[in-house]
């Protein structure tokens, strides 16, 4: 049923590295962000939930759980150095947001956010920053071992998206 997940997850296991290219660049060598930023016709087939006045918000493809939300600037940026004060604003009310749209979704208990810089801190995509929020539940076992239960990531991608979508509609969300 989640073959590909399956796998994707094992290699991530294995390879984090190798993911960590997979997750950054599509098949043709761009930074995805901005591939999926530039292509608004494709949002769905994307994954993209959100887009604000200077950001972008996309469904990892790769999660370590359910529901596991990116959250970026529109600008192709590194790091908090580049980022202006609108934008650093608006991705801390995307997280907010991000929360309560997950939890009224998948009902959550808990969430990890954070933020990779550099490669060797796990950052999948170095060149265009970005907030990871990740949903946690009760027993669902530490953050990186996550990657590795094949159980936990049980719902479609597309169907979370749809779900997602449909709760912001009916809740006004997000509201920045
Ligand atoms: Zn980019």
Redesign the pocket.
Known sequence: MHGGNRRLEHKNLWAPWRIGYIQGLNERGE?????N?QNPQDDDKNLVLWRSKCCIVVLNRFPYNNGHLLI?PAR?IPGLDEATDEELLEMIKLVRESQKTLSLAIKPHGFNVGMNFGRCAGAG?P??FHIHVVPRWDGDTNFMSVCSDTDVVSQSLTELLEQLKHISKEHNLPHL
């Not at 930074?31 to 591939?35: D, E, G, T, V, W």
């Open positions: 930074c995805f962000i901005c591939h930023l970026a192709h995509l060149e265009h």
